[in-house]
Every structure is written in C-alpha cells, then in structure tokens.
C-alpha cells in the first residue's frame, strides 16, 4: 500500500487530498500544527484505514527529520503554506522570515527528509509542491499586500524544479502545482467564493503522483487558472 504524507492536511488542499489518496486505498499522513482540525479530517473520512494525523510545524527542522526517521513514505505532497498581508513597506522582516520558513523552508525541508529516505531505500518517489499562480505569473492583484507570500511562491516554483533535476538519477519525481484563486481560507479572506474548489485540485495531484499514468512528467509546474 502507497504511503503518502500530506503537509497541511486538515484543510483546504491539503485535507481534500487526504479524502481523495486515502479513499483510493492509500495509507495517508496528514500534518499541520492544529490537532483539532487534523483529527476533524480524521472523523470524516470513512476509509478502510484510518488516517493518521501528525501535529507538526513543518518549518520545524528537527521535527521534521524526526517525523522520517519513525516513517516511511513513498510520496508527499506539500501543501503547508501561510499567507500574511501586508505590503512591502509594512511587513516586519520577522514576519516576511515567517512566511519564507513555512512556505519555502517548509517545503525545502520535507522534501530534502523525503528524497533522502527515498534515496537511502533504494526505492522511486512521487511529491507535489504546491505554489501558486501568485508565484508564476504576476498575480499579486489577486492577493493585494501578500508581496512575501509572492515572493515565497516564486521561490517554491523554483526549489521544485531543482530538486527534481537533483532527484531524477534516483526515480524521484518532483511536480508543482501553481493555482490561482481555490475556495479556501486563504483565498475566502481577499473576499468572494472561488470558482475553484480544493477537490478539482486534488483530483491534480492524485494524477501527478499516479507514477503509472505520469511517471514521464518531471519538473513541470502546471498552472490552473481561476476566472474570478
Ligand atoms: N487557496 C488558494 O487560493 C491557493 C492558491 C494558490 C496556492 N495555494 C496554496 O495551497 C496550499 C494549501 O492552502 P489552502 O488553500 O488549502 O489553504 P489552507 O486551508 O489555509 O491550508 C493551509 C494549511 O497549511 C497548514 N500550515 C500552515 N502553516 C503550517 C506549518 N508551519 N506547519 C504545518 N502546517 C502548516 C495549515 O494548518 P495549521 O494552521 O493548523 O498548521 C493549513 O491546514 C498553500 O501552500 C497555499 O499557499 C492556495
């Protein structure tokens, strides 16, 4: 059976990625930093085996390591991230370190731990990172004052790519996916109701991660684009 970690799994992406991989019989993980909304995907999910939650900052080096050294995971998907408005002339930079730890540490973290078990193992993997059109294209208006959410999804963009040059001797796939407006919190606090919704994403990286149907694609970034 497939193990999967899912960072930030107790909502939005995250969590409707859990609902999906574990209702096609995957062994999921789910982490974030709130137990109360883990174990709520947890309760909801009426699958043959159960969920397990892990309470977990991902930006967290140490608990990071620690949570592969007492797991074994044959692919991840990277939805943690934060958002913090403000703009350039008024972010602290202790708030603009903040948001690069979890979206961009974060990400770098949990995929440095996943690709050196993977290595280490002998055996190929499958990870989705998670950007954003905000990272890619300019798309700022869609976010206004989140210049170091930008910044940060730029930077995963980035990161991606590389760690799947650096991952492909070793069967390690490395996908990102760069959406724009999804119905989640995230997007739900700039106003409106996405037309987007976190299951059409999952659906996205169920597919990236399926190795028998994608097992060419290495390094892409696919963008999805809202109309709202
Ligand atoms: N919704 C959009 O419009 C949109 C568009 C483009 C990209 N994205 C990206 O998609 C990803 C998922 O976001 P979402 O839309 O599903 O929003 P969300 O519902 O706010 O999900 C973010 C998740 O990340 C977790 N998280 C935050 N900081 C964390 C940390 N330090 N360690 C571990 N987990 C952490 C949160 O849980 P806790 O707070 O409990 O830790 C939460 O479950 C994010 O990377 C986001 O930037 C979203």
Redesign the pocket.
Known sequence: MRRVLI??????????AAQRLASAGAAVTI?????S??EKVRAEVPTAHAIESV??????EAAVANLFRSREFDAVV??????KTANAFDLSPADFRRVL???LM??YLVCREAMQQLRARGVPGDIVT??????IRGMQV??PGSFS?VA??HA?AGLSEALAIDGRPFGIRVNC????????????QFGGI?E?K?AQ?AALIESLLDRERMGGLNGSNIE?Y?HD
């Open positions: 960072t930030g799994g107790g909502t939005g992406i995250g969590a409707a982490c974030g930093r709130t137990r909304t883990l309470v977990l900052d991902v930006a967290d990277c939805a943690a991230g934060i958002i730890d979890v979206n974060g990400t998670i950007s954003s059109l905000a990272g869609r976010f959410y940060s999804k995963v996916i760069s959406p724009g407006r999804v119905d989640t919190e995230i997007a739900r996405p987007i976190p994403i999805v809202s």
